[in-house]
């Protein structure tokens, strides 16, 4: 210390102090603040080609995508493919992006699968599955969210399928289950409080769905954040008021889901403090 106060007397001395200051701060920056090492992803290689599904084969058509050259040509036209407004520039055939769909739905396939079948890059097949799956939720939000073939005299067809395979003895009201899809994420920067569940400790969103006995969804509603307990979410859907005119001066007949249901009029979930001790 001594011989540095020394040094730092005269003009050479103050830059030879501030030069070994800087070294130091360096040195340690660099120890404390290390910029994190990504590692390089090379981009994947892919056959470039132009989609045509008259080359497809019948058999081939009907292993990939459940349907036949005519059937998929009905599709485009019912889904009313040409009115979709493709994002960045994205503009795809019809064929092509009812193909890609089909494909993807009957057997969950990575983006980089997709485009080794179809000869399109895995981003432009993303904007393109994106961008039709927005379409359908909107063409269809009726539709999704409660079927029109749920009829009270089709509900009772279904409980009456319960009970059989179920041998249930006595009256059963059962017609259906819920079945509720927790999708986990990263935390968000923004709106951290709004997606977190404290009872599942991560940030989710979740959508709630009605199986029916026949394995059919009847119903699917849209995406809520994480916070939100059951109770609520079935308020904010209205589907107590569903039930409520449905089945008024009929007989009731209830969904199936857990003890989160507990005193809900359309719901029956397990009795508390139930084993299977005896």
Known sequence: MPQLTQLIGDDQGIHTAI?????????????LVSDPQHPYIKSMEYETFEFDLDQISLERLRR????????IKLLVDYFAIDAIEWSNRAKSSFELALCL????LFYPRQLFELAERFGRSPSYLSRVLND?????????????????TLT??????????IKRVGKI???????????ETFQKFCRPGVGQKFYYSGYKKAH?????AITCSNDLIGSIYDLYEGKMNDVTMLQKLGLQDRFKNLF??????????????IHQSYIMSPYLGYTNER
Do not use: C
């Open 204 to 208: 989710e969103m979740m959508w709630l």
């Open 169 to 179: 003895r006595g009256k059963s009201t059962i017609w259906g289950f819920i079945d």
């Open 19 to 31: 030069a070994l200051a800087i070294a130091i701060v360096v040195i340690l920056s660099q120890h």
């Open 152 to 161: 009270y005299t089709r509900i009772r067809r279904y409980a009456r399928a």
């Open 64 to 71: 990939m995508m459940r349907f036949n050259k005519e059937e």
């Open 132 to 148: 039709l799956l927005k379409h359908l939720e909107i063409w269809y939000d009726d539709i999704l969210r409660w079927h029109p």
């Open 248 to 261: 008024k001066g009929r007989r009731k007949l209830q969904l199936y889901d857990d003890k989160a249901y």
């Open 101 to 104: 769909l089909l494909y993807k």
